[in-house]
């Protein structure tokens, strides 16, 4: 089974509107990292956000938010008011501690095209 | 600057030969990580290591092969056994579980 599900291939959304970016994850260990990173065609991978497993609270970055169900094991980004360079890749990210090593599992990643 | 640096940015390989792929890191991370991107495709793991002299497979480790001998370094070895190398390749280390990862600038790797 997938760690990390995105089931959103690709989505369109006009310039600033709003936009859901999903991200479903299954582990069994109780502490775990979440994140997003942003792709542009030029291939770097930047960081936008994390979530702890026990935060209590949604984390806040700017115009990134990310919408922490743990209960139903969701971790969707919300892009507030897009903007034209916020067209790229987005993938989720899971870390995990297994047998005392710390691995990173990603998603396959939803291509976000923002109109004017 | 810290950060991680990844070289060559495009690379070239005959059928038949193996190539090594360069990362190196100045951030103090214990934890480096390597992974393969397919156009279209996410990132899959192939090789990752806490600390040094130590590292463990991926998701994808056959045909590949690495070493940790320091800190700072983690090369990846794509070897003749890879029957698919042609991909991108991106190395990354982190400090820790609630921290981000950084990444290097990719290695586009092409086999002629």
């Known amino acids: 089974a997938q760690k990390i599900t995105q089931t959103q291939p690709g989505m369109f959304v006009q310039e600033k509107e709003a936009v859901t970016l999903d991200c479903t994850y299954d582990?069994?260990?109780?502490?775990?990292?979440l994140f997003w990173y942003k792709q542009p065609s030029s291939g770097e991978m930047i960081f936008l956000i994390y979530q702890g497993s026990y935060d209590q609270q949604n984390a806040t970055e700017g115009r990134y938010s990310l919408n922490f169900q743990k209960a139903r094991k969701s971790a969707n980004l919300v892009i507030s008011a897009s903007q034209l360079g916020d067209s790229a890749m987005y993938f989720c990210a899971m870390r995990e501690e297994l047998s005392g090593y710390s691995t990173l599992t990603f998603g396959k990643g939803t291509m976000l095209l923002v109109s004017p | 600057d810290g950060g991680i640096t990844q070289s060559p940015k495009y690379l070239f390989r005959k059928e038949g030969q193996n190539v090594t792929l360069s990362c190196e890191q100045n951030l103090n991370h214990d934890a480096m990580y390597w992974y393969r991107q397919d156009p279209g495709q996410g990132l899959r793991l192939i090789y990752y290591?806490?600390?040094?002299?130590?590292?463990q497979k991926g998701d994808i480790a056959e045909g590949y092969s690495v070493s940790r001998e320091k800190k700072e370094s983690f090369p990846l070895t794509v070897t003749s056994a890879q029957k698919n190398p042609t991909a991108f390749y991106l190395c990354?280390?982190?400090?820790?579980?609630?921290?981000?990862?950084?990444f290097g600038q990719g290695t586009r790797l092409t086999v002629v």
């Open positions: 582990t069994s260990d109780p502490s775990y990292g």
């Open positions: 290591s806490q600390i040094v002299n130590d590292f």
């Open positions: 990354a280390s982190s400090v820790g579980l609630n921290t981000e990862a950084f």
